[in-house]
T-cell receptor, first 116, second 113 residues
């Protein structure tokens, strides 16, 4: 398996523009997670899905952020409109079960977003 | 919100020395996992220890867990330059995290050749 795939790897955009980040989880994994990593706040969970259904989006910063998972092999994280404070590395991760039962998460390489 | 606090925030050692990183957490857990992140890359799972275990080994890694103190440590023995990375603890199965992992703030390890 190729692992978790994310695109683009780097994105530079101007404030106010729409940004769409994409993720393909590992085949067979029922859980998908979106994280944001910054120096100031560390690694934050934004939202996660189980069987394509959003379970907990309490980490999504505000209404400018939205995430979808139209099928088991694809998810998007959208920021509209983007702001400079959204600049961060965004990771997608997937797992085959619950963290509470000892399942590990497999991370993609991340998308480095810079909003000017 | 972050569950774990890691200590030290940064560590610099000579190749061949041992590196010890500590993690403290706040709520009860089912397991604790350690991940490594190389610069510019995603996180990679290293080792998992369950709440009923006190110590676990994997190659040059040794993890301990003290649930009474809500703390864990990761020891890397005979370090190599390739071990240079950030290391994160993550707790699973806490009060509000049956599905998710909650990551600590990380320790940046530099192994000097």
């Amino acid at each position: 398996d190729a692992g978790v795939i994310q695109s683009p790897r780097h994105e530079v955009t101007e404030m106010g523009q729409e940004v769409t980040l994409r993720c393909k989880p590992i085949s067979g994994h029922d859980y998908l997670f979106w994280y944001r990593q910054t120096m100031m706040r560390g690694l934050e969970l934004l939202i996660y899905f189980n069987n394509n259904v959003p379970i907990d989006d309490s980490g999504m910063p505000e209404d400018r952020f939205s995430a979808k998972m139209p099928n088991a092999s694809f998810s998007t994280l959208k920021i509209q409109p983007s702001e400079p404070r959204d600049s961060a590395v965004y990771f997608c991760a997937s797992s085959s079960g619950l963290a509470g039962k000892g399942e590990t998460q497999y991370f993609g390489p991340g998308t480095r977003l810079l909003v000017l | 919100s972050q569950q774990g606090e890691e200590d030290p925030q940064a560590l610099s050692i000579q190749e061949g020395e041992n590196a010890t990183m500590n993690c403290s957490y706040k709520t009860s857990i089912n397991n604790l996992q350690w991940y490594r992140q190389n610069s510019g890359r995603g996180l990679v799972h290293l080792i998992l220890i369950r709440s009923n275990e006190r110590e676990k080994h994997s190659g040059r890694l040794r993890v301990t867990l003290d649930t009474s103190k809500k703390s864990s440590s990761l020891l890397i023995t005979a370090s190599r330059a390739a071990d240079t990375a950030s290391y994160f603890c993550a707790t699973g199965g806490g009060m509000d995290s049956s599905y998710k992992l909650i990551f600590g703030s990380g320790t940046r390890l530099l192994v000097r050749p």
